[in-house]
């Protein structure tokens, strides 16, 4: 037997908070994860558990004492068991008492961080299961919390309320021109994004989920290897594992490597505002961006391979999406690409290729033409895990892969790469491995592009059923007619929804303008429930809103919406 002294492990950003229950004395045998005290702040209540088996011998704390991380427990007489859940290791350095050894084993392991990766493994601990999730950078929440969704969603907010500032002036209210704190504006971002992680760092903490930092490589059906910095590794043993590891942005070859190139991490850093700046790619990363730095001041220019912006999406909505952002681009090349690529110490000059060749010069491009699958350094071919051509694992409704004890989730999966599908496959899959009857068969999955405006889209497309053959009846209701919309400087959105001609059910739908996003939940839970147009257009809405909209569409359907001219028609 050692004596060791226990302390507070890291509980995120909890910062001298109340002990309201202790639960143990000097003399008491305690097992490894046994609770020692109870912590409560204004957020959560926390059990702190012990790290190690043994017996105590002292306790330093009592009721109503503050503690943070660091702060003294008490100590104990140790046996030689190791390894606690509910800390955070690293594959190349551990605290003395907290050191993740070799094959240690979970029933579950986790291999990557982010939307998927957390909440699959959330889940999995809800229900019993010892996990560990590996994650290669320094905070969970992947690229989605740190470096993608929800930066990205604090500057679309702040270039919205610029923007909205300079219309207001037509309803009367007028302010001077905006002044621009780059750092203010960065650390704003950024401090969104610590709040984030510091909660899922408690979530995990409260689960007694082991955070490991380093990159996992299979060895085995049942074992990984984790490299952390240097050469220094630990191997990891698991009875089941998910493969969380997302994806990562195309790099085009024709774009030679410089600071002034970027991805959309890059983007989001907001290092300067540039004079001039190209986006690559008409998706939902390349307008979102342009609608960012168009409103801090850069002039864009858009560059497309396809025949339209944003692939897929519904005809009415991109072309009010195009008239109401007109104003953003000098350019928009359709049909267009980038032949050549040429860094100067004055910018990047790029040749432009589509009716003609035109060449231009950036102080920043934006590449957002595309994200891969992180499947190629997993180590799959050693356990027998299929992947597609294109490096998608292959997986069923389970979401188990080829190796019937390791399952896939999220981006490496293919189909929607939107942390929400990540999230749900998450669940399922830690379920499955729970030993509980679950399996992913969402009818739909949505879409929004968090712009201005906004557009939310979901479930089949009239191109869609065109080209399958089927019948579908659209109903439009014009925010024109909405007394919230026209109130609110928006009656130039649009509610579209689609009616299969034989079911009569709702089959998709299409929402553009402001809280787009927001709204769309209640075409999802439509099409999930195969609700009709009588569903929605009897359920009574609140007035006036934006989302009565949705009611009004389904009117629309049935020819008894009364707050449009009436339309004759055979019925």
């Given at each position: 037997m050692r004596t060791e002294e226990i302390r507070v492990p890291d509980i995120g950003d909890f910062r001298d908070v109340e002990v309201v229950e202790v639960h143990v004395r000097a003399g008491d045998v305690v097992g490894r994860e046994q609770a020692l005290i109870t912590v409560e702040s204004d957020k959560a209540t926390l059990e702190i558990p012990s790290p190690i088996a043994g017996v105590i011998t002292s306790i330093s704390l009592r009721v109503g004492d503050k503690v943070s991380?660091?702060?003294?427990?008490?100590?104990?007489?140790?046996?030689?068991?190791?390894?606690?859940?509910?800390?955070?290791?690293?594959?190349?350095?551990?605290?003395?008492?907290?050191?993740?050894?070799?094959?240690t084993r979970y029933d579950l392991v986790v291999?990557?961080?982010?939307?998927?990766?957390?909440?699959?493994?959330?889940?999995?601990?809800?229900?019993?299961?010892?996990?560990?999730?590996?994650?290669?950078?320094?905070?969970?929440?992947?690229?989605?919390?740190?470096?993608?969704?929800?930066?990205?969603k604090a500057?679309?907010?702040?270039?919205?309320?610029?923007?909205?500032?300079?219309?207001?002036?037509d309803m009367g209210i007028r302010f001077g021109a905006p002044q621009i704190d780059l750092q203010a504006l960065r650390t704003f971002k950024d401090g969104t994004v610590t709040r984030l992680t510091d909660g899922l760092?408690?979530?995990?903490?409260?689960?007694?989920?082991?955070?490991?930092?380093?990159?996992?490589?299979?060895?085995?059906?049942?074992?990984?290897?984790?490299?952390?910095?240097?050469?220094?590794?630990?191997?990891?043993?698991?009875?089941?594992?998910?493969?969380?590891?997302?994806?990562?942005?195309?790099?085009?070859?024709?774009?030679?490597?410089?600071?002034?190139?970027?991805?959309?991490?890059?983007?989001?850093?907001?290092?300067?505002?540039?004079?001039?700046?190209?986006?690559?790619?008409?998706?939902?990363i390349g307008l979102e961006m342009a609608t960012v730095y168009s409103a801090l001041g850069a002039?864009?220019?858009?560059?497309?391979r396809l025949s339209d912006i944003l692939a897929g999406v519904d005809a009415d909505a991109v072309k009010i999406w195009r008239s109401r952002n007109a104003h953003r681009f000098e350019h928009i090349d359709l049909d267009s690409s980038v032949s050549t690529a040429a860094v100067t110490p004055d910018g990047v000059t790029v040749a432009i290729t589509g009716a003609s060749v035109e060449t231009r010069s950036y102080d920043l491009v934006l590449q957002s033409a595309g994200r891969v699958p992180n499947s190629g350094e997993l180590g799959l071919e050693r356990i027998g895990v299929a992947i597609d051509p294109n490096g998608f694992i292959q997986v069923d409704e389970q979401m188990r892969t080829t190796a019937r004890n390791v399952f896939a989730i999220g981006d490496v999966v293919g189909g929607s790469m939107l942390a929400h599908k990540a999230v749900h496959e998450g669940h399922v899959a830690a379920e499955v491995a729970a030993g509980k009857p679950a399996a992913f068969t969402a009818k739909i999955v949505p879409n929004v592009a968090y712009t201005d405006p906004e557009i939310a889209w979901v479930g089949k497309s009239v191109r869609d059923v065109a080209e399958s053959g089927g019948k579908i009846r659209s109903a439009k209701f014009p925010w024109a007619a909405s007394g919230r919309a026209i109130a609110s400087g928006a009656s130039y959105g649009l509610t579209k929804l689609l009616f299969d001609v034989e079911t009569g059910r709702i089959v998709g739908g299409v929402i553009v303008g402001p809280h787009?996003?927001?709204?769309?939940g209640e075409i999802c839970l439509a099409i999930e429930m195969g609700?009709?147009?009588?569903?929605?257009?009897?359920?009574?809405?609140?007035?006036?809103?934006?989302?009565?909209?949705?009611?009004?569409?389904?009117?629309?359907?049935?020819?008894i919406c009364t707050d449009l001219p009436p339309i004759a028609r055979n019925r």
């Open positions: 991380q660091g702060s003294m427990i008490g100590t104990a007489s140790a046996s030689e068991e190791a390894g606690a859940q509910g800390e955070t290791v690293s594959a190349d350095q551990a605290d003395a008492g907290q050191r993740a050894t070799d094959h291999i990557g961080g982010g939307p998927g990766g957390y909440s699959a493994a959330f889940r999995a601990a809800d229900t019993g299961l010892r996990t560990a999730i590996v994650e290669r950078y320094g905070t969970l929440g992947g690229v989605c919390l740190n470096v993608g969704c929800i930066p990205s500057l679309l907010h702040v270039a919205a309320v610029r923007e909205e500032a300079e219309r207001i002036a760092n408690q979530m995990a903490a409260a689960r007694r989920v082991t955070v490991i930092r380093g990159t996992a490589k299979f060895v085995s059906a049942t074992r990984l290897e984790v490299a952390g910095e240097g050469a220094s590794s630990q191997q990891i043993d698991f009875g089941q594992c998910i493969i969380a590891t997302g994806s990562r942005a195309v790099q085009l070859a024709v774009l030679p490597k410089d600071g002034r190139i970027v991805t959309s991490t890059g983007a989001l850093s907001l290092r300067s505002i540039p004079g001039r700046m190209l986006v690559i790619g008409a998706g939902i002039k864009i220019d858009l560059v497309e787009a996003g927001d709204m769309i609700a009709d147009a009588i569903d929605i257009g009897k359920t009574i809405h609140p007035h006036p809103t934006l989302g009565e909209t949705i009611g009004m569409a389904a009117e629309v359907h049935e020819g």
